[in-house]
């Protein structure tokens, strides 16, 4: 199995409301450009937007930022793949409460399904938060093998 | 870059129809839930959301179509949906909307079957 880098890119961008549909649409130009169909482009946007809405909303950073990273690369002869880190300065989380809540039904658990949608949304997600902050490392492919 | 939610209200006889267009985060969400309760104060029991125009959602978004939901049923009403990209249609199973609302392919199926042609 060959991956070749084929496009980057890295965007530094403000906490403010709907700040994350700008980092959906700089991953989805990417991968459009690989060939990737607007289904999975579709999927990709939401679980970026869920993981920028927990940063904005969640990590309490002192510098109100988000770094992003996408790395588009063809799998074999023509599988586009998407690589997105999402990370933010903040004091991290505990993700094994996050998980476990989610879990539970009644109101008070509607919110905090992020996590959730990223996971269902990407192929592959890893997330790693300490009290130095979180990055949450996503990938898409437009056929997973 | 914001898509600011537009919420058109199309009254008839057996219910209402919201469409929207924009983004539903918290913001689009509750000009959503602005527009449902003030049709639910009104005495509309059945209410179709038609989702055409709207290709992204959030999940404070959908808690907060979730209330609406909750609201309705309290009242003995239903709400139902129409018109859903494959995403947003997968993203309200995951959510579990689905188990609370009807989710139709089109408005015309839709008004079929919530007696809104009739």
Redesign the interface.
């Known amino acids: 199995m060959t991956m070749t880098a084929e496009r980057q890119m890295e965007l530094t961008l403000p906490m403010v ?6 980092a ?1 649409r700089a991953a989805g130009n990417l991968a459009r450009e690989l060939g990737m169909s607007s ?1 999975r482009i ?2 990709m ?2 679980a970026i ?2 993981a920028c ?1 927990n940063a904005r909303e969640h990590s309490g950073c002192a510098d109100q930022r988000i770094y992003l990273r996408f790395v588009g690369t063809f799998q074999g002869d023509s599988n586009p793949r998407i690589d997105v880190w999402i990370t933010d300065h903040g004091r991290g989380f505990d993700l094994s409460e996050a998980r476990t809540r989610r879990q539970k039904l009644g ?1 008070a658990y ?5 996590i ?2 990223m996971e ?2 990407m192929d592959e997600v890893e997330i790693i938060t300490s009290v130095d902050g979180t990055t949450v490392h996503m990938v898409k492919y437009e056929k997973k093998s | ?3 600011e939610m537009r919420v058109a209200v199309d009254r008839r006889p057996a219910g209402a129809i919201l469409h929207t267009k924009g ?1 539903i ?1 918290n ?1 689009g969400g509750e000009e959503i839930a602005n527009r449902a309760y003030e049709l639910m104060d009104d005495g509309v029991r059945t209410l179709l959301l038609n989702l055409k125009e709207t ?6 978004g ?2 907060i179509l ?2 609406i939901i ?1 609201k309705m049923i309290e009242k003995g009403g239903k709400i139902s949906f129409c018109c859903l ?3 947003i249609h ?2 309200f199973q ?2 579990g909307l689905a188990n609370y609302a009807t989710i139709y392919d089109s408005e015309e199926a839709a008004l079929k079957d919530l007696g809104f042609a009739a």
């Open positions: 409301p709907d700040i994350e549909i700008a959906a289904e579709d999927e946007a939401h937007i869920e809405i109101p509607k919110r905090g399904r992020g959730q949608l269902a949304h | 870059m914001t898509e983004y985060n913001v290709k992204i959602v959030n999940s404070i959908i808690s979730i209330e909750e990209t494959p995403v997968k993203t995951i959510m």
